[in-house]
């Protein structure tokens, strides 16, 4: 997607050979009119399918997810990283370990809003080692969703969360993979 | 805020005279037209001003906030609960005590996306004690950024964070106001 790998180019901050901070416009600042491209593009990539439920990660998730529902008309759910007082314990819930945070969260979803009739699709905003797709995946699987795929807005294709997931047979569509982040340069794949 | 009001009425639940959990469209499960819909009523009350920044907290307020800025054209910055590694030291922050939640967090924002220079709109989900308003309007007057008003998807009116508020002579635009939980029963002012 050209205009997202644009933004990154011109905005994305590259702190080392492995992180990239692109805050100004998904992590931290929203842009909310590229978000609305990046669902427009996600629904594009998945035209073929029947979504009947969008199913993302608090807090970076949730913007593209949300962007993506109003383009194809579905429901978002984001799993929640700690259990609320206000959430019952009706849960699915898995274990996500963020390579980024240096922290393991549970996260959780109410089994109130995924089941065993949903078509999902999983959203998120990066792709590295795969640890929160697999956990949502996990959650999925608990409720007997069918999942169509995975899309993400950034997949850091030099880790190797992607090619694990691909090698299960897991459709992803990412819309911008980089190739790699060294010499404080990034170059994408393609 | 009709179409809201008649959303809380058919899906909300009352967990007590001061709990109500609203899970299906706006705190777990997004209902992403109904956001639209949101985005464009804050719109429509704030016509008169100009907004540089739309300025919320993770995660509830992300969607609402994502919309309005997607009607208007506006960048979103989401006050972030915990400091990310990724995040700079580079930070205004405040504390903010959730009552739901029963926990202190601090909520810090990047100097990078608010300064003197933005005409600011804060936007939540819910308004209650008034706790995480203030702490936004803690960190844009840090920042010395011009505050318009505040935009809040449902207010607790019978809990004094509105009334605390209005009287220091802040704009608070209210979308479903809600008079009472008594008996089980969602009542709403006007």
Same mark, same amino acid.
Request: glycine content about 8%; charged content about 25%; cysteine-free.
């Given at each position: 997607?050209?205009?997202?790998?644009? #933004? =990154?180019?011109?905005?994305?901050?590259?702190?080392?050979?492995?992180? !990239?901070?692109?805050?100004? @416009?998904?992590?931290?600042?929203?842009?909310? /009119?590229?978000?609305?491209?990046?669902?427009?593009?996600?629904?594009?990539?998945?035209?073929?399918?029947?979504?009947?439920?969008?199913?993302?990660?608090?807090?970076?998730? =949730?913007?593209?997810? %949300?962007?993506?529902?109003? %383009? =194809?008309?579905?429901?978002?759910?984001?799993?929640? #990283?700690?259990?609320?007082?206000?959430? +019952?314990?009706? /849960?699915? +819930?898995?274990?996500?370990? +963020? @390579?980024?945070?240096?922290?393991?969260?549970? $996260?959780?979803?109410?089994?109130?809003? !995924?089941?065993?009739?949903?078509?999902?699709?999983? =959203?998120?905003?990066?792709?590295?080692?795969?640890?929160?797709?697999?956990?949502? /995946?996990?959650?999925?699987?608990?409720?007997?969703?069918?999942?169509?795929?995975?899309?993400?807005?950034?997949?850091?294709?030099?880790?190797?969360?992607?090619? /694990?997931?691909?090698?299960?047979?897991?459709?992803?569509?990412?819309?911008?993979? $980089?190739?790699? !982040?060294?010499?404080?340069?990034?170059?994408?794949?393609?």
């Amino acid at each position: 997607m050209k205009l997202l790998k644009d #933004k =990154i180019l011109k905005e994305g901050k590259v702190l080392s050979d492995t992180v !990239l901070k692109v805050d100004s @416009f998904l992590n931290h600042q929203i842009d909310p /009119l590229l978000m609305k491209e990046i669902g427009d593009e996600f629904a594009n990539r998945y035209t073929d399918e029947i979504i009947t439920k969008i199913l993302t990660i608090e807090s970076s998730g =949730i913007a593209p997810a %949300t962007m993506l529902g109003l %383009t =194809i008309g579905a429901p978002v759910v984001f799993a929640r #990283k700690r259990k609320s007082l206000t959430l +019952s314990s009706n /849960l699915y +819930s898995s274990k996500v370990h +963020s @390579f980024t945070k240096n922290e393991t969260n549970e $996260i959780s979803v109410s089994k109130d809003f !995924l089941s065993a009739d949903d078509n999902v699709l999983i =959203i998120d905003d990066f792709l590295a080692n795969g640890e929160a797709i697999k956990g949502l /995946l996990d959650i999925a699987g608990q409720a007997g969703a069918n999942v169509i795929g995975v899309g993400i807005v950034i997949e850091k294709g030099f880790q190797q969360g992607g090619a /694990l997931l691909r090698e299960q047979g897991i459709r992803i569509e990412s819309l911008a993979n $980089i190739k790699s !982040l060294e010499n404080g340069q990034v170059e994408f794949f393609e």
